[in-house]
């Protein structure tokens, strides 16, 4: 009598700790499905292209702001091409250039803060983040961390 029970708790202890398992996999593996007849609206585009800038006897230092900045180098004869990040807006007049080394973070952020507010990428990005605040667009009972 004793080993039935003890063997009864033990099966329903293993389908408690297995239907919980199965619970939480299926939690996680749910997407939200969409279709295209779904969408309602689309934000303006941003084009991102690598442009290639010849240079001549000019080299690259690095600012006390952790910004790049092209000099004129003291030894002649010095020549190569620098990649640039070109950033247009399709029927806008706004473009902007991006160092190559821009942080991926602060680069990602950039794209993400001009994709959802609509406003073109500008320096000093401090005041673009300002600008292009997320706050600006959501109310504020939204208490979500959007940033």
């Known amino acids: 009598m004793k080993m039935r029970i003890v063997f009864l708790l033990l099966a329903a202890a293993f389908s408690f700790v297995t239907c919980k398992q199965y619970q939480e996999a299926q939690l996680e593996t749910r997407t939200r ?5 779904d969408i ?13 800038v010849p240079y ?16 004129k180098d003291d030894k002649p004869g010095k020549k190569g ?14 473009t902007i250039w991006i160092d190559m080394n821009t942080d991926n973070e602060l680069l990602g952020k950039l794209i993400k803060h001009s994709l959802m507010t609509q406003e073109p990428i500008k320096r000093p990005f401090g005041e673009f983040f300002d600008m292009a605040a997320c706050q600006k667009c959501h109310p504020p009972e939204v208490k979500a961390k959007l940033d």
């Open 40 to 52: 309602t609206a689309y934000h303006p585009p941003i084009q991102l292209t690598i442009a290639w």
């Open 56 to 71: 001549e006897d000019l080299r690259l230092i690095k600012t006390k702001k952790d910004e790049w900045k092209i000099v």
């Open 33 to 37: 499905q969409l279709k295209p007849s």
């Open 81 to 94: 091409n620098l990649p640039m990040i070109l950033a247009t807006y399709p029927n806008s007049n706004d």
